[in-house]
């Protein structure tokens, strides 16, 4: 039994996943930082660098998207073939205004990573306007993927390439090629809004808080779902009844007390920012992170063991094994990871952790690629990135320690604020005392007051906001009437 639990009631949105009473996925969505993987936009190529063999484009954010030569429709073609793939001055210059979609966020000093070859996802395959390939979900037999792949060539033009989804299985011929041909009156409309604007223009936004959660609903084994905003109720309401009414229920929870301090997962967030990790026998992760990459430590802490010393850290490391996949997701680790396990002497042993490694990483969604042990016995393993590890979303370098330490964000505890504040919704209090430090304040307000009016209007209280002095972000409610 899964159990999705929804706050959509402030501007930051979050939901939970819980199977079984254990979570196992946390999801984070604030309006600063909301991701722009998805994203296709009207770009201006601003320069165009040889040596790297790419060109950096205008979007119309702080820092400019980075394409690569090989991210063009015309050198798609070329790998696909045989071809020799052209240099990047002969696939675009500068100047020049073209279509390209997001593929990974910015992160560091690092621009968004751009694709000229635009991707646009149906609910049974993946559709490019200049795609030219097939390709076949791999989940699938070898029989389906062999008339999969050749109804997509007589389907598609010489230009286009489809992807099909590992549903598409199930689907009827019109079906698809009903999706098929709304995918390409989409991308049409696109190209239009394109003529019309001016670069940079964003043409097409994803909303990761919805498209998270239908991915959930679609790849989930079924359960309850529990929302305490009556329009993102409605929006989830819609979707599953027309798919999903045999899998999931849902339900408006309309109590005071937030929906996360009702289901006992409120705790979560501040346990996943944590360093350590303990495991049940005593032991413990050391969990580090940095731009570059992440690097976990297994240590058998408390732990010593009934058994020989090899049984002992095998037991560990396994446990540790199973841990660190989970942390994986909850935390939405990314980018080059180092797990220094406890030294095993035994190659059977690193097979046997390697094993229950891979087996855990299997519920994961995103793509991990695991590489094996260094010749130092650390396993090292590369994560997708698609969005920021909610390390980067929730907390900002500390001012205090010249940033080799990190605290929650401004932005974060004015939402964490606006969340406590929820619950004196339908009481009776004429006015509420707040005192916080001036940048959680004007985030909390938001600009001319907008934010404090609706609030004030929603809980029927005058909030009265006091400005304290301190190093760090904080807030406290401090008197109710």
Same mark, same amino acid.
């Given at each position: 039994?899964?159990?999705?639990?929804?706050?959509?009631?402030?501007?930051?949105?979050?939901?939970?996943?819980?199977?079984?009473?254990?979570?196992?996925?946390?999801?984070?969505?604030?309006?600063?930082?909301?991701?722009?993987?998805?994203?296709?936009?009207?770009?201006?190529?601003?320069?165009?660098?040889?040596?790297?063999?790419?060109?950096?484009?205008?979007?119309?954010?702080?820092?400019?998207?980075?394409?690569?030569?090989?991210?063009?429709?015309?050198?798609? /073609?070329?790998?696909?073939?045989?071809?020799?793939?052209?240099?990047?001055?002969?696939?675009?210059?500068?100047?020049?205004?073209?279509?390209?979609?997001?593929?990974?966020?910015?992160?560091?000093?690092?621009?968004?990573?751009?694709?000229?070859?635009?991707?646009?996802?149906?609910?049974?395959?993946?559709?490019?306007?200049?795609?030219?390939?097939?390709?076949?979900?791999?989940?699938?037999?070898?029989?389906?993927?062999?008339?999969?792949?050749?109804?997509?060539?007589?389907?598609?033009?010489?230009?286009?390439?489809?992807?099909?989804?590992?549903?598409?299985?199930?689907?009827?011929?019109?079906?698809?090629? /009903?999706?098929?041909?709304?995918?390409?009156?989409?991308?049409?409309?696109?190209?239009?809004?394109?003529?019309?604007?001016?670069?940079?223009?964003?043409?097409?936004?994803?909303?990761?808080?919805?498209?998270? &959660?239908?991915?959930?609903?679609?790849?989930?084994?079924?359960?309850?779902?529990?929302?305490?905003?009556?329009?993102?109720?409605?929006?989830?309401?819609?979707?599953?009844?027309?798919?999903?009414?045999?899998?999931?229920?849902?339900?408006?929870?309309?109590?005071?007390?937030?929906?996360?301090?009702?289901?006992?997962?409120?705790? *979560?967030?501040?346990?996943?920012?944590?360093?350590?990790?303990?495991?049940?026998?005593?032991?413990?992760? &050391?969990?580090?992170?940095?731009?570059?990459?992440?690097?976990?430590?297994?240590?058998?802490?408390?732990?010593?063991?009934?058994? #020989?010393?090899?049984?002992?850290?095998?037991?560990?490391?396994?446990?540790?094994?199973?841990?660190?996949?989970?942390? $994986?997701?909850?935390?939405?680790?990314?980018?080059?990871? $180092?797990?220094?396990?406890?030294?095993?002497?035994?190659?059977?042993?690193?097979?046997?952790?390697?094993?229950?490694?891979?087996?855990?990483?299997?519920?994961?969604?995103?793509?991990?690629? *695991? &590489?094996?042990?260094?010749?130092?016995? *650390?396993?090292?393993?590369?994560?997708?990135?698609?969005?920021?590890?909610?390390?980067?979303?929730?907390?900002?370098?500390?001012?205090?320690?010249?940033?080799?330490?990190?605290?929650?964000?401004?932005?974060?505890?004015?939402?964490?604020?606006?969340? #406590?504040?929820?619950?004196?919704?339908?009481? #009776?209090?004429?006015?509420?005392?707040?005192?916080?430090?001036?940048? *959680?304040?004007?985030?909390?307000?938001?600009? #001319?007051?907008?934010?404090?009016?609706?609030?004030?209007?929603?809980?029927?209280?005058?909030?009265?906001?006091?400005?304290?002095?301190?190093?760090?972000?904080?807030?406290?409610?401090?008197?109710?009437?």
């Amino acid at each position: 039994m899964e159990e999705i639990i929804v706050h959509g009631k402030g501007r930051e949105k979050r939901w939970v996943l819980r199977k079984d009473q254990k979570v196992s996925g946390l999801y984070t969505y604030q309006p600063q930082e909301e991701t722009l993987t998805g994203n296709i936009y009207y770009g201006k190529v601003v320069k165009v660098q040889k040596g790297l063999g790419a060109a950096f484009v205008d979007i119309g954010h702080d820092k400019n998207g980075y394409l690569h030569e090989k991210e063009f429709p015309q050198n798609i /073609e070329a790998y696909h073939s045989g071809d020799t793939a052209l240099p990047i001055g002969k696939c675009v210059h500068e100047g020049q205004k073209l279509l390209v979609q997001v593929t990974k966020d910015a992160a560091g000093t690092k621009g968004p990573k751009l694709s000229a070859v635009i991707e646009l996802k149906g609910e049974h395959l993946v559709y490019m306007p200049e795609g030219h390939y097939i390709a076949v979900s791999k989940k699938l037999d070898e029989t389906k993927r062999r008339d999969l792949k050749r109804a997509g060539k007589e389907w598609k033009n010489e230009k286009e390439g489809i992807v099909f989804r590992t549903n598409a299985s199930t689907a009827e011929w019109k079906e698809l090629t /009903e999706e098929l041909e709304a995918l390409r009156t989409r991308f049409r409309a696109l190209e239009g809004l394109s003529r019309r604007s001016k670069a940079p223009a964003l043409l097409y936004k994803e909303d990761a808080f919805y498209t998270d &959660l239908f991915e959930q609903l679609k790849r989930g084994k079924g359960g309850n779902i529990y929302v305490d905003d009556f329009s993102c109720f409605e929006h989830l309401k819609t979707w599953i009844n027309a798919q999903y009414s045999e899998k999931w229920s849902i339900e408006l929870y309309r109590q005071n007390e937030n929906i996360f301090h009702h289901f006992g997962v409120a705790a *979560v967030w501040k346990n996943a920012l944590k360093k350590v990790v303990w495991l049940e026998n005593g032991a413990f992760l &050391l969990i580090e992170s940095t731009e570059a990459l992440t690097v976990v430590d297994v240590n058998s802490g408390k732990f010593t063991g009934k058994d #020989d010393l090899e049984q002992t850290v095998l037991q560990t490391n396994k446990l540790a094994a199973v841990e660190m996949a989970k942390q $994986l997701v909850l935390r939405n680790i990314s980018g080059i990871i $180092l797990i220094d396990f406890i030294d095993m002497k035994k190659e059977s042993h690193r097979q046997e952790v390697l094993s229950l490694f891979s087996e855990a990483l299997q519920a994961d969604s995103q793509r991990t690629n *695991v &590489l094996g042990f260094t010749s130092l016995g *650390v396993l090292e393993l590369t994560r997708k990135r698609t969005r920021p590890s909610l390390r980067e979303y929730l907390t900002v370098p500390c001012p205090v320690c010249s940033g080799t330490g990190r605290i929650v964000s401004p932005e974060s505890k004015a939402f964490q604020l606006e969340r #406590d504040l929820w619950e004196y919704q339908g009481n #009776d209090t004429a006015n509420i005392t707040i005192e916080a430090t001036k940048d *959680v304040l004007d985030v909390f307000t938001g600009i #001319d007051n907008q934010h404090v009016r609706r609030l004030e209007k929603a809980l029927n209280s005058k909030l009265d906001l006091k400005v304290i002095e301190l190093s760090h972000p904080h807030y406290q409610i401090a008197k109710i009437i």
